[in-house]
């Protein structure tokens, strides 16, 4: 699965207004919610009670929040670069500014699980990550994530 099908490039966010993971989260369904048609409270309730089962902060300054909604047409992405880190009680106890936010349909079961592990595959790449990290164009941040996986691996 390749990003490009279920990221677009008005689901790239550079942020300067959070300072907290709710924020985060806030932002994330208020985009989601604006793409999709569905309610952004709900959205927001869905990836906090994600949370609440144990922070997706992976460690590294990196979170995958996700969760799975009724009426949603397929996986989606939503890419946050935060300008200022925040505490997203990761594994690490480090701050994070890189957020890849996953929301599904509920039963897309393979789908779901694909688009999780092929975003989690993306953002272990040092040199991927150090790339996000060094820009604040959100159509670079756009073109960065939606290379196919094998340009990752030969960056």
């Known amino acids: 699965m390749e990003l490009a099908s279920i990221l677009t490039r008005d689901c790239v966010v550079v942020c300067a207004k959070v300072n907290s993971k709710r924020q985060v989260l806030q932002l994330a369904a208020d985009r989601a919610a604006a793409k999709t048609g569905l309610k952004a409270h709900e959205i927001f309730e869905t990836l906090l009670e994600r949370e ?5 902060g992976l460690g ?3 979170a995958i929040p996700h969760g799975k909604l009724d009426n949603l047409d397929g996986v989606m992405g939503i890419f946050l670069l935060l300008e ?3 505490d997203f009680d990761a594994v690490d106890d480090g701050p994070v500014d890189i957020v890849f ?4 349909p509920k039963g897309a ?3 779901h699980l694909k688009a999780l ?3 989690t595959r993306g953002l272990r790449e040092e040199s991927t990550v150090a790339q996000l990290r060094a820009t604040r164009d959100a159509d670079r941040l756009y073109e960065l994530l939606t290379r196919p996986a094998t340009a990752h691996n030969a960056a």
Not at 52 to 56: D, E, Q, V
């Open 52 to 56: 609440h089962c144990g922070s997706t």
């Open 60 to 62: 590294g300054g990196i």
């Open 84 to 86: 200022q880190p925040v």
């Open 101 to 104: 936010v996953l929301l599904a």
């Open 109 to 111: 079961g393979a789908n």
């Open 117 to 119: 592990s092929r975003v």
